[in-house]
């Protein structure tokens, strides 16, 4: 019994050091990008050895891996949660974009959006962290492309509107508000961003359309 608890400590140990190794790690990609995350430098700044960086992150590689999937786990409780709170629909949908906006405006990240830095570090790169980059941005595009399904089975959204289409130009707009703040410091990007969102709502409603009947599917898309 108490070599299980002496495992079980270590076990915990491990995990908050790993995990204090990944939060350093995920705030200094996000200014020096992932090719500057590198052991020696990320030793110096929690002042570890390298040897104890090497005994968690076997190469550079695994350790931006990780990194990337760190970043996704805090993107996931700032902006995803929060999203699928609200009702089903275009309530949901709303969040979820307002989440996002809410999320680079805060600076979650100390860069800004991590995936927004690191899409455009790796998309012409080639080889497991972009492999890795571009999955999490794939679940963010269709879990986009999956709300504005659920609000046409909702009755909010007219049944003709392309999904993939406008999980893309939402997801276009959430990413340019993200680099005028970074670029610029334009804070007022995040409010055109939302004007941006109403403007391309407001046409797609069953209202515009002016037929309120049902259009309901059998499928219930969650």
């Not at 002496?6 to 020096?32: F, M, N, P, W, Y």
């Not at 550079?60 to 805090?74: T, Y």
């Amino acid at each position: 019994m108490d070599a299980a608890r002496k495992v079980d400590g270590r076990v915990e140990r491990g995990d908050r050091t790993r995990r204090q190794i990944l939060d350093a790690a995920v705030d200094l990609a996000s200014v020096e990008g992932l090719e500057g995350l590198s052991i020696g430098a990320l030793a110096s700044k929690l002042r570890m050895s390298k040897s104890g960086l090497f005994a968690a992150f076997g190469s550079k590689e695994e350790l931006q891996v990780a990194a990337v999937d760190h970043a996704a786990s805090i993107f996931v409780e700032q902006v995803v949660r929060r999203g699928l709170a609200a009702p089903r629909g275009l309530p949901r949908l709303r969040a979820l974009c307002d989440a996002w906006l809410d999320y680079a405006r805060r600076q979650v990240f100390r860069g800004g959006c991590f995936f927004a830095a690191a899409s455009a570090e790796f998309d012409g790169r080639p080889g497991p962290v972009r492999d890795r980059v571009r999955a999490h941005m794939k679940d963010w595009l269709t879990l986009i492309a999956g709300a504005v399904r659920r609000a046409q089975t909702e009755d909010h959204l007219r049944a003709d509107v392309d999904a993939a289409q406008l999980a893309f130009e939402l997801h276009s707009i959430a990413m340019g508000a993200n680099w005028a703040f970074q670029l610029f410091g334009d804070v007022g990007a995040f409010h055109r961003a939302r004007v941006a969102f109403d403007v391309r709502f407001e046409p797609l409603g069953l209202a515009a359309s002016g037929n309120r009947g049902s259009r309901r599917r059998s499928t219930d898309i969650r």
